[in-house]
């Protein structure tokens, strides 16, 4: 039962390089969430997505894509990196915004641009 | 507005009881969660409240208040694995559209001492 998977665990970019990172979840949640975890501050909500085919803008959207092709799938985009991006980023499943069971982490992934 | 306030850090010895508060300020209260989190990993899901009271399980239980806008975290028989960060979330109902958000705390970090 692998929960959520998330890749790549690293990545060093150079500004203005484009990248993808790659969700799934095979707990046949609904929704599912991109974060960004940065320092001394709470986890930030990029975007989000309520069901296959939705995605909608979250906290911090700018600079970032997203696509919810399949159910199991939730794909972030940077198109033009920027240092201001270096970060950790998480993906998360859940039942509507976290249900009673709350969400589910992917391992995360820690972005470095240069 | 929405704000949720979590001490930066706090040290306790193993085998002992630490409690850890956070008290928050939104205007559609829906639930509240616990995460632990150790350093480099992901959030895991620790508890979710919703009414008032004291909910248990095993050695960590979190208390609600809805009316003080207050819970906490109490961790018993501290072991050394125990050392983490401990992030509280609030689940909110957004105004402007009617949907819910996630607020998070920036985290208390825990450090057993033997």
């Known amino acids: 039962n692998a929960g959520v998977t998330q890749t790549p665990k690293f990545r060093v970019l150079k500004t203005g390089q484009s990248m993808t990172l790659l969700c799934a979840q095979d707990?046949?949640?609904?929704?599912m969430y991109w974060y960004r975890q940065d320092p001394g501050m709470g986890l930030r909500l990029i975007h989000y997505?309520?069901?296959?085919?939705?995605?909608a803008k979250g906290e911090v959207p700018d600079g970032y894509n997203v696509s919810r092709l399949k159910k199991q799938n939730f794909l972030l985009g940077l198109e033009s990196a920027a240092p201001s991006q270096t970060s950790v980023y998480f993906c998360?499943?859940?039942?509507?915004?976290?249900?009673?069971?709350?969400?589910?982490f992917g391992s995360g992934t820690r972005l470095t641009v240069v | 507005g929405q704000n949720i306030d979590q001490p930066t850090e706090m040290t306790a010895t193993e085998g002992a009881i630490v409690q850890i508060n956070c008290t928050y300020q939104?205007?559609?209260?829906?639930?509240l969660f616990w995460y632990q989190q150790h350093a480099g990993e992901a959030p895991t899901f620790l508890s979710y409240?919703?009414l008032d009271g004291l909910e248990e399980k095993g050695r960590f239980s979190s208390f609600l208040s809805r009316s003080k806008g207050y819970s906490y975290l109490l961790l018993k028989e501290l072991q050394m694995k125990d050392s983490a960060s401990y992030l509280c979330?609030?689940?909110?109902?957004?105004?402007?559209?009617?949907?819910?958000?996630?607020?998070w705390g920036a985290g208390t970090k825990l450090i057993i001492k033997p």
């Open positions: 939104t205007s559609g209260f829906n639930g």
């Open positions: 979330a609030v689940r909110d109902r957004a105004r402007l559209n009617s949907n819910y958000q996630l607020i």
């Open positions: 409240n919703v």
């Open positions: 998360a499943s859940s039942e509507p915004w976290g249900g009673e069971d709350g969400y589910t």
């Open positions: 997505s309520v069901g296959e085919g939705t995605t």
């Open positions: 707990m046949n949640h609904e929704y």
